[in-house]
């Protein structure tokens, strides 16, 4: 089994940043590539940043590159979403996610809602 913790969501004005952490245990090949997803209402659910503990992939959807920054700390087995130059768009509850590779994830966290006031 994979646990997987999440902390850091919050209410932010546009323009404005947050950080978003996910703290990881349990099986370690099965939580080879971790991501941050997220779901808005009425929307399916997006994958948003991915990336793999070796360091070797990363992945950003278009509507995110360049303001969003996925990174690990393998010591805390933590992984991070930095956000900024949040959107109102950007709305959602974000869910961290983790699998044996970069295509399938079996675990997921609680998530944790982002709201970027206009």
């Known amino acids: 089994q994979v646990q997987l913790v999440e902390s850091g969501g919050g209410l932010v004005q546009a323009g404005g940043s947050l950080r978003l952490s996910c703290a990881a245990s349990?099986?370690?090949?099965?939580?080879?590539?971790m991501g941050w997803f997220r779901q808005a209402p009425g929307k399916e659910r997006e994958l948003v940043a991915a990336l793999m503990w070796s360091g070797d992939y990363t992945y950003y959807r278009d509507s995110v590159k360049g303001r969003f920054t996925i990174s690990r700390d393998n010591a805390k087995n933590t992984v991070y979403l930095q956000m900024n130059s949040l959107k109102p768009e950007d709305t959602a509850v974000y869910y961290c996610?983790?699998?044996?590779?970069?295509?399938?994830?079996?675990?997921w966290g609680q998530g944790t809602q982002v709201t970027v006031s206009s």
């Open positions: 996610a983790a699998g044996s590779n970069q295509h399938v994830y079996d675990y």
């Open positions: 349990g099986r370690t090949f099965s939580r080879n590539a």
